[in-house]
């Protein structure tokens, strides 16, 4: 990302969704997320209908089951398959404002009752990956930015080296370190909060490569701005000038990547789940297609597509927190 298009992010606020009263703004992100999940289901209901295979066979045991036709014809009525895929899809979406989210084709049990369990360990771990992402990519960039060219280059080596790791290698060498050898944390499980911490920081450290870029550069520019050289001249010490000043302005390109980043944590959360062998919505859209289960498939992208627009939403109004000019009352100010 270049440093012009850093400057445009910290110099205007985040979206035209950010401005005007709370109670536009709030009407234009409904609407907006209502057309997104409709759009995400939308996509999903029809490649899955197109793609090769009968859901039948995946309702009927698999490839190996040799049903008789009679069995066919009353599971396709019994699942709605023999109707048009239009039909289908707007029963579908009919059930899905109910909250219905259908039968599993595999298990034959809601799939509410299969996924609900699933929620909250993904959850959990997306968001304390994202915790640690911050910490990592500030801590770099507080003790980095602005203290020599040596030190700065390190951080700018150090940030490119770790946005550019596999998630993948860094979960199964944190197992191997700190799991395996040290026997500092379990091996795999989800059991408190210390189970929880190396797959967060597999996540997290390709991630923090990624926000350390974005901030480091608005951060430096921060740095030379006159509200900083005021702070100085007032005699606030460095740490408090970069912490209470220079902080702020910097965080702003971060907050936009977080928008997206979490979002992508929680359907990236199956590398962390499958190696460390945790409960999940990865590991269960993972099984669903490859069993052609299509009901859990499409709630696990209804839920994650509703995770992506709740956090932009909370995004959009941290923004207005943190940046007064997106808030009217603030530009006026």
């Known amino acids: 990302?270049?440093?012009?298009?850093?400057?445009?992010?910290?110099?205007?606020?985040?979206?035209?969704a950010t401005v005007g009263s709370a109670g536009s703004v709030i009407l234009r992100r409904v609407a907006g997320s209502?057309?997104?999940?409709?759009?995400?289901?939308?996509?999903?209901?029809?490649?899955?209908?197109?793609?090769?295979g009968?859901?039948?066979?995946?309702?009927?045991?698999?490839?190996?089951?040799?049903?008789?036709?009679?069995t066919v014809a009353a599971v396709r009525a019994e699942y709605g398959l023999d109707q048009p895929v239009l039909v289908q899809y707007f029963s579908y979406l009919g059930n899905l404002v109910t909250g219905d989210f259908g039968v599993s084709y595999i298990f034959k049990v809601p799939v509410v009752e299969i996924i609900g369990p699933q929620i909250l360990p993904t959850l959990q771990l997306a968001g304390l990956a994202m915790v640690f992402a911050w910490a990592i990519a500030l801590a770099f960039t507080l003790l980095t930015v602005g203290r020599g060219r040596v030190l700065d280059g390190v951080g700018r080596a150090?940030?490119?080296?770790s946005a550019s790791l596999p998630q993948f290698w860094v979960g199964i060498m944190l197992a191997v370190v700190f799991a395996v050898i040290l026997g500092w944390f379990p091996?795999?499980?989800?059991?408190?909060?210390?189970?929880?911490?190396?797959?967060?920081?597999?996540?997290?450290?390709?991630?923090?490569?990624?926000?350390?870029?974005?901030?480091?550069?608005?951060f430096d520019d921060a740095l030379a701005q006159p509200f900083v050289l005021s702070a100085r001249a007032r005699g606030l010490?460095?740490?408090?000038?970069?912490?209470?000043?220079?902080?702020?302005?910097?965080?702003?390109?971060?907050?936009?990547?977080?928008?997206?980043?979490?979002?992508?944590?929680?359907?990236?959360?199956?590398?962390?789940?499958?190696?460390?062998?945790?409960?999940?919505?990865?590991r269960s859209l993972v099984d669903a297609i490859v069993n052609r289960d299509l009901p859990i498939t499409l709630a696990v992208v209804?839920?994650?597509?509703?995770?992506?627009?709740?956090?932009?939403?909370?995004?959009?109004?941290l923004y207005r927190v943190v940046d007064p000019r997106t808030n009217p009352k603030g530009s006026a100010a």
């Open 1 to 16: 990302m270049s440093t012009s298009s850093l400057d445009s992010l910290s110099a205007a606020p985040r979206t035209t």
């Open 34 to 52: 209502v057309f997104v999940l409709w759009a995400a289901v939308t996509l999903t209901f029809f490649v899955l209908r197109l793609t090769p």
């Open 54 to 70: 009968d859901p039948v066979t995946a309702i009927l045991g698999g490839a190996g089951s040799s049903p008789s036709p009679e």
């Open 158 to 161: 150090v940030e490119v080296f």
């Open 187 to 218: 091996v795999a499980g989800n059991d408190g909060f210390k189970s929880l911490v190396l797959p967060a920081l597999s996540l997290a450290i390709p991630l923090a490569g990624f926000i350390a870029q974005v901030t480091r550069s608005s």
């Open 237 to 282: 010490s460095d740490t408090a000038v970069r912490i209470t000043h220079a902080l702020r302005h910097a965080i702003l390109p971060g907050l936009t990547l977080s928008a997206w980043a979490v979002g992508s944590l929680v359907s990236s959360a199956v590398v962390a789940e499958i190696i460390f062998a945790r409960p999940g919505l990865g």
């Open 302 to 317: 209804f839920i994650t597509a509703a995770v992506y627009i709740l956090v932009n939403l909370a995004v959009d109004l």
